[in-house]
C-alpha cells in the first residue's frame, strides 16, 4: 500500500490503472477510521481491482464553532486499518494541495442542502460538495463508496453526479453499528462512556418511529416525534433532540400524508450533548395503508 499526497500523482495512477482496464473505486473518509469504514472498503475492494482510500479533514464543511481543531486524527492508526482492509493507496493530500490560493469555484447543490442538516449547518453541504468534486477530479473512480450513516449526504452526492454529468457510480453501504446499535462514527470518541451507553436511545428511538409507522399505523408524525422526545428525555436527558425528521429519501420533503404514502421512508435525526453531536437515520419501505 502507498500514500500519496499530490493530485497529479493519483490522477496518474488512476489514468494507469484505467487504461489496463482495471476498475478503480474510492472510499472518501476523513480518518480516525472505525468498522464502518472498513466495510466500505471491503466491499469496495472486493467489487474493483484498486482500492484507493481518501483521508483528508475537510475544512470548507465545518462551520465556525464546529470540531475542526479538533476533529480526531491518527495517520499512524488509520494506515494500518486501511492496508489491513486490503487498500491499494491513501490519498492523504495536505490542505494547501486540495485548496490552493484564493479558489474562486465552489459547488452549490440547492434545495436538498438547505434541510436537515443544512439547516443547522449552513454551508456544510457546500464544503461536501465541493470537496468531493476535487476527491473525484482527483481520483477519477468508476465507483464512489459511500455509507448510510449519512443519509443526506448521499442524496446530495448523487444528485451532484446525475446534474454534473460525473462519471462515477455511487455506491451505498449499510450503516455498521456497535452491539448496543448506536452508529460507528468518529465522533463517538468524544463521549464519555456513560453517553455511550444512553446514545443507544438514538437508534432504538429511530426504530419505534418506524414501529409507530408500520405496525400501529400511526400518520401522524407530531404524535411520533412527541413520543420518541419523550423516550429520549426520560433514558438519555443528557441528549437534546435538534431534529426527528420523516421524509422521502429522494428530495427530502416531510411525509405530509403519512396513510397514502407508498416509497422508501427516511427517518433521520441529529442530537447534542455537552461533548459532541451525533447523527443517525434509518429508511424502510412503507406500502399506501388500506
Ligand atoms: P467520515 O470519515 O465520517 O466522513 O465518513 C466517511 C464515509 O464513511 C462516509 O461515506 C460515511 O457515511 C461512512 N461511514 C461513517 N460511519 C459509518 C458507519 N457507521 N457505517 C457505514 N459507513 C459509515
Known sequence: M????????????????????????????????????????????DENDILIVSIFVNPTQFGKGEDFDKYPRDFARDYHICEKAG????????TDEMYKENPAASVVISGISDKLEGRIRPGHFNGVA???????????????????????????IKKMITDLNIDTKA????????????????????LTNDEKKKAA??????????????????????????????????KAPEFELQYYEITDN???????????????????LAAKTISTRLIDNIIFYKKKDE
Not at 455506491?171 to 468524544?190: K, P, Q
Not at 409507530?212 to 401522524?220: E, G, Q, V
Not at 420533503?253 to 422508501?264: C, H, R
Open 171 to 190: 455506491v451505498i453501504c449499510e450503516t455498521m453499528r456497535e452491539e448496543s446499535g448506536l452508529a460507528m462514527s468518529s465522533r463517538n470518541t468524544y
Open 2 to 45: 502507498k500514500v500519496i499526497k499530490e493530485i497529479s500523482a493519483v490522477q496518474d495512477i488512476s489514468d494507469y490503472y484505467k487504461c489496463t482496464g482495471k476498475k478503480v473505486a474510492l472510499v472518501p473518509t476523513m480518518g480516525y477510521l472505525h468498522q464502518g469504514h472498513t466495510s466500505l472498503m471491503i466491499k469496495a475492494k
Open 130 to 156: 465541493t470537496v468531493v468534486t476535487k476527491l473525484l477530479n482527483a481520483v477519477k473512480p468508476d465507483k464512489l463508496y459511500l455509507g448510510q450513516k449519512d443519509a443526506q449526504q448521499n442524496i446530495v
Open 87 to 94: 487498500a491499494d493507496y491513501i490519498f492523504n493530500p495536505e
Open 201 to 234: 436511545v438514538l437508534y432504538f428511538i429511530l426504530n419505534e418511529g418506524k414501529r409507530m409507522i408500520l405496525k400501529d399505523k400511526n400518520t401522524n408524525a407530531e404524535e411520533i416525534r412527541k413520543h420518541v422526545s419523550g423516550i429520549l428525555k426520560e
Open 250 to 268: 429522494t428530495e427530502l420533503n416531510e411525509i405530509t400524508d403519512l396513510k397514502d404514502f407508498e416509497g422508501d421512508v427516511l427517518i433521520s
